[in-house]
């Protein structure tokens, strides 16, 4: 019986993984070509690119809609809540609480682009708690960053919106969920119909869109199916609806008090 001596072949190498796509190419890439973005940035995430251009460009639009805030709509919705619960309430008592309540809206607005990193950093750990829950895989770092790039939509959004009131030359902050005709929110009146509006508001299509990038990269850094990745997803956004249309709620029975 011959005895066969050839040494067997060693296995193939890996194939080297693709160049990675810089970060301002990513920026289009999760827009619209979002399987193969999320794909890469899961393998390589990068936090820095995007997070300094949401935030440029939520100064750029805090710089431009500021001034044409018409503080006085709400004064009027400040006034009319106020007087309810204390009739004897005075003119100079009301000038006072409108001058505060316009400082504070000014200061409020040129720190929200701040603050919204601290939401960012939200989002990414919930979503990410969810997902490892669940059994998939993935660290802060990827989730992080697929939520920033994920978030482009809502960005558009505030451009679209920064657009619209500079061509206005004026904006109505009570109607800022609706100045931007995205969602079917316009169809009902606020005060009157407050948690049919705030149901109505949250199905818009820059929100849609972001949930679909952010199954898109959930799933790429979970490893899961984007079937499983977007019901985890859609769970969550229901949650946070539901959140949502209750302060509302709790609004609407304090202000009819």
Known sequence: MSVDYTVPAPPAPPAPEPPATNSFARLAGALFAPAKTFAEIARRPDILVPLIVIVLIGYVSTFLIIPKMDW????????????????????ADMERMSRFAEATGKVMGWISPLLMLLWYVVVAGVMLLAFRLMGGEGNFK????ATLYAWLPLVILSIVMTIVVTLKGSFDPTQAATLVKSN????????????????LSSFDVFTIWTLVL????????????????AVIVVVLWGITIVIKIGLAAVQAMAAAA
């Open 72 to 91: 006085s709509a709400i004064h009027e919705q400040q006034a009319e809540q106020v007087k309810k619960r204390n009739p004897n309430v005075t003119d």
């Open 142 to 145: 990827q989730a992080f960053s």
């Open 184 to 199: 079917p929110a316009f169809l009902v009146d606020q005060k009157t119909q407050p948690v049919l509006f705030s149901l």
């Open 214 to 229: 952010l199954t898109f990269g959930f799933s790429a850094l979970s490893k899961f199916s984007r079937a499983k990745s």
